[in-house]
């Protein structure tokens, strides 16, 4: 069974930084596409940023709130993808979940990360 697991959630100032990180663990055959969402108290959740790996196109992809301050990066070896947050304003605070596509033993299929907390307050 393939887990996400996040981390890097924290309370911070507006204009400050903050990364978050996923780590994929499993089975994992191909690693297609990782990427973050987003979802505040009452809202529909939304994509922040997207990638593929290399098998997939390499193609990355920001929502427009937040290009130019965020930056989603991957370490294959790992199995690791990272949110790089600059510039932070109040309404990036939510909840911030991992999302992947891969291919398994048997099939192709995605998961979700269970959510870590960005609050940006002064």
């Known amino acids: 069974q393939v887990q996400l697991v996040e981390s890097g959630g924290a309370l911070v100032p507006p204009g400050g930084s903050l990364t978050l990180s996923c780590t994929a663990s499993?089975?994992?055959?191909?690693?297609?596409?990782m990427g973050w969402y987003r979802q505040a108290p009452g809202k529909q959740r939304e994509p922040v940023a997207t990638l593929a790996t290399i098998n997939s196109g390499g193609t990355t992809n920001y929502a427009d709130s937040v290009k130019g301050r965020f930056t989603i990066s991957r370490d294959n070896v790992k199995n690791t993808v990272y949110l790089q947050m600059n510039g932070l304003k109040p309404e990036d605070t939510a909840v911030y979940y991992c999302?992947?596509?891969?291919?398994?033993?048997?099939?192709?299929?995605?998961?979700w990360g269970q959510g870590t907390q960005v609050t940006v307050s002064s």
């Open positions: 499993g089975i994992i055959v191909n690693l297609n596409t």
């Open positions: 999302h992947a596509r891969v291919t398994t033993l048997f099939n192709e299929d995605e998961f």
